[in-house]
Structure formats: structure tokens, C-alpha cells
């Protein structure tokens, strides 16, 4: 089974709830993302058990909404015109906001922050190489919220989180492939942090019942109502898992959230196995914008090295070394 990898405290598929609102919302809409990676000597200013597969008899549920004045929009079309687009795409940056609800506990967790990612034909053999960066400057609990500050890197093979807040400082390598089989950490199901870009139309068909619902459709919170709103007009994806690809997947369903017009992924939300959900939301992205430079890419996407000498590494190979 493809599997998205949970990592405690840390990335893991996304799951939704109402956290957010309208002050959450302006401040994520807000400026430009200000990614930086950061050094030891200046912290970062604020702002039960699963179900076999095939135990995973299909539950009936309500019939989605049907979106009125799609403009002639179909699923079919809509993934299309999302790939043939993401396709130019060499990086982007956007704030975030990832929050995971926790049913059986009835526990909410939420963190902001920042995310970087690029994509480019490295080996000119026509496959795109995608690697993303994140830092997260906070955690939401309730009411309170800490200035706690974690990285994640992946390049296809690392997983590597930084954790500035560990006494000393903590740096955990994971090993997500062997050498020279890469995974894509943008593919659905696959990666260590799903984010609604760079699928590609025929794997999705392949693999999901496809839909356009209405934009209010499985949004169970006023906040992340309004977030998207704030927005302008959406369309709203329904990807489930097909009858033939129950095994290759570990949740219930996907819901992506795309702007009319400018195609950019506003939110998605995932519904685990065990009832856990989990919600991304995306705002202020820029499309190969100039302040991203070479040098901002070697800073952001090194996963061998930690930023200077006074963190702990633990590396975690396949093979079980070191």
C-alpha cells in the first residue's frame, strides 16, 4: 500500500477542522512569504488501529451538491488545464496554514508558516525532479499558541525535519527511497506532505472517482468557509479512491479547493482511514517569482547538513544505518 507518511508532531497527511478565523485568515492572505532558513544565533520572528483493505466495503453517503455555473468546466478538463500549467511552473512559495483533527482523541493541532518548491528536468531525460521546503513558526492547541519553530525538507529520497525548539537543537534525517528511486513528494497518496499541485490527469483518473461539487461541500467549519470565500470563486475536486485502487491508498477521500481564473490551490482536506481529517490551506503564491534564487534553493534543500554544530543528527537509512 502507498502510504502518507506520519511523522508524530510533525508532516502528515492532511486533516481538517475549524481553527481559523477571520484574524488567521488576513494575516495568512497577507504580504509575501518570507521564507528563510534559520540560524542557531536568530530564531524567526512570529507571525487505532486501521482497516485491512479489504475490510473497506464502500459506506453509502449523501450525494454531493452539484456547483452551479461551472462555465462548462468538467473534472476531466479542470485536470488538464491544472497540469498542462503546473507543468511551466519551475518554484513557488506560498504561506500556509496545517491543521490535523484527531477524532478519537477530540484533539486539534495547528501550525503556520511557509513553503517553498521547485521542480526542474535535472537529468534533461524529460522527468521533472520535485522537492519542497516547510517552516512552521507556530503550534495552535486550543486557544494557545506557541512559537515553536520546525523545518521539513524532501527531495525525493530525505525526509529531514529540524527541530529548533528540542534542548540541543534536533536534526532527524529519514531515508523515504532507496538511492535512485525517488518519490514524488507531490504525488497523492504518496508523498511525506501532500499538496494539491503537479498531478497528472491520467494517473488521477486511473485512481479516483472524479467530481466538481459545490464549493461548500464537506467544509464542516465556518472558518475554513470564510478562507476559502475570501478567495473569490472556487472550484471544488472530489477525488475517492476507486474500488480497484482501495489498496494502494490510505484514506477516504481528498477534497482540493482551486481559484477560478488563476487556477491556485486555496485548500485541501483529507479524510483518513480512522476518521482523522486534516486541512492545508495555501495563500499569497508566487509562480517563479526572481526573489528565489540558486542560492535560496542551496539554503532550503540540503538534507545532509544542519545549519551549524551545535545540533543533534539522527539519520534513519532503509538499510538501518546511520
Known amino acids: 500500500m502507498i502510504r502518507v507518511v506520519v511523522i508524530v508532531v510533525s508532516v502528515a497527511a492532511l486533516v481538517a477542522i475549524g481553527w481559523v478565523v477571520t484574524g488567521h485568515i488576513e494575516s495568512l492572505d497577507k504580504g509575501s512569504p518570507q521564507l528563510s532558513v534559520v540560524s542557531a544565533a536568530s530564531p524567526p520572528e512570529q507571525e487505532p ?39 511551466q511552473v519551475t518554484h513557488f512559495t506560498a ?32 522527468v521533472k525532479e520535485r522537492r519542497f521546503y516547510v517552516i512552521f513558526t507556530n503550534l495552535v492547541i486550543g486557544d494557545r499558541v506557541d512559537n515553536i519553530t520546525k523545518e521539513y525538507v524532501f527531495d525525493g529520497t530525505w525526509l529531514v525535519e529540524r527541530d529548533h525548539s528540542a534542548s540541543p537543537k534536533l536534526m532527524i534525517r529519514r531515508q523515504i527511497a532507496p538511492e535512485g528511486e525517488a518519490v514524488d513528494p507531490l504525488r497523492v497518496g504518496e508523498g511525506p506532505f501532500p499538496i494539491p499541485f503537479g ?60 481559484v477560478r481564473g488563476s487556477l491556485d490551490p486555496r485548500m485541501a482536506r483529507i479524510v483518513e482511514l480512522d476518521g482523522d481529517t486534516a486541512v492545508l490551506q495555501i495563500a499569497k503564491i508566487t509562480f517563479n517569482g526572481e526573489d528565489f534564487t540558486v542560492t535560496n534553493e542551496k539554503q532550503f534543500f540540503d538534507t545532509t547538513h544542519p545549519p551549524d554544530d551545535t545540533w543533534d543528527v539522527v539519520t534513519e537509512a532503509l538499510d538501518g544505518g546511520e
Open 199 to 258: 498531478q497528472k490527469k491520467d494517473d488521477i483518473l486511473r485512481d479516483f472517482d472524479v467530481s466538481l461539487v459545490d464549493t461548500k461541500d464537506g467544509i464542516d467549519a465556518e472558518g475554513l468557509q470564510l478562507f476559502v470565500e475570501a478567495a473569490g470563486p472556487t472550484y471544488q475536486l472530489l477525488l475517492k479512491p476507486k474500488p480497484t485502487a482501495l489498496d494502494r491508498y490510505d484514506f477516504e477521500e481528498a477534497r482540493i479547493w482551486y
Open 95 to 126: 504561506n500556509i496554514s496545517y491543521t490535523r483533527s484527531f477524532a478519537l482523541a477530540g484533539e486539534n493541532q495547528g501550525r503556520t508558516g511557509q513553503m517553498a518548491l521547485v521542480q526542474a528536468d535535472r537529468d534533461g531525460d524529460g
Open 49 to 87: 488501529a486501521q482497516a485491512a483493505p479489504n475490510d473497506r466495503a464502500p459506506t453509502p453517503e449523501p450525494t454531493p451538491a452539484r456547483p452551479k455555473n461551472l462555465g462548462g468546466m468538467t473534472p476531466q478538463k479542470l485536470l488538464g488545464q491544472l497540469e498542462k500549467m503546473h507543468d
